[in-house]
């Protein structure tokens, strides 16, 4: 069964440069999610999109973007990277059947900044 | 401000269940109780959702008390895969929050040999 994709699966970045992490939602499901993990942390909540509208809007800092496109994948645009971003990102997605549905997440994009 | 709480860590015998607790004295009536593991630093994986009635399915079953402030995950025959953290998630259906999963301290369940 096709699962979430993101990529790239690894990306390493020197500070105050910028990274798009891009998301490809499982086929027809409309809801897209952003979760960032630093290290020994749990997953935080950035912010979900629903039909490419903004649906909820968790701790994402000033400096990130995100939008969802005609196709439903997701990109994540980080600027001004500072190295306390350095965590894995994960996106999932889910079919519009209200909250009463379970969301998949792909494998996450390792992201270093040094 | 956590809405679900529980224990830092469980183990548990191979072969035998996982009783997995979680408190969420102040869940509202619009919200649902998920259930999500982490495999090392895998993606989170969705084992098991409830509202008020026990559910169950090919994964684990889901306790929840008549009173719906607590609930328990049980894995019936843990293997060593089942090594993960586990999250209780609570979720209203509909309105603010309810396209998102809040993550809070989950429970590290080591399944021993």
């Known amino acids: 069964a096709a699962g979430v994709i993101q990529s790239p699966r690894h990306l390493i970045k020197e500070k105050r440069e910028t990274a798009t992490l891009k998301c490809y939602p499982i086929?027809?499901?409309?809801?897209v999610y952003w979760y960032q993990q630093g290290p020994g942390q749990d997953p935080q909540f950035l912010i979900s999109?629903?039909?490419?509208?903004?649906?909820d809007k968790g701790s994402i800092p000033d400096r990130f973007s995100a939008q969802q496109f005609s196709d439903y994948h997701s990109e994540l645009n980080m600027s001004s990277l500072e190295l306390g971003d350095s965590a894995l990102y994960f996106c999932a997605s889910s079919p519009h059947r209200g909250p009463d549905t379970e969301a998949f997440f792909g494998q996450g994009t390792r992201l270093t900044v040094v | 401000d956590a809405k679900t709480t529980q224990p830092t860590s469980m183990d548990c015998a191979e072969g035998r269940a996982a009783n997995l607790p979680c408190n969420h004295s102040t869940i509202s009536g619009n919200e649902y109780v998920y259930w999500y593991r982490q495999i090392h630093s895998q993606g989170p994986q969705y084992i098991i959702h409830g509202l008020k009635n026990n559910e169950t399915n090919e994964m684990a079953s889901l306790i929840i008390t008549e009173d719906r402030k607590s609930s328990t995950l049980i894995l019936p025959h843990a293997t060593l895969r089942d090594t993960a953290v586990y999250y209780c998630i609570v979720r209203p259906y509909s309105g603010a929050g309810s396209y998102q999963l809040t993550f809070g301290k989950g429970t590290k369940l080591s399944v021993i040999p």
């Open positions: 999109f629903y039909e490419k509208m903004q649906s």
């Open positions: 086929p027809r499901h409309d809801t």
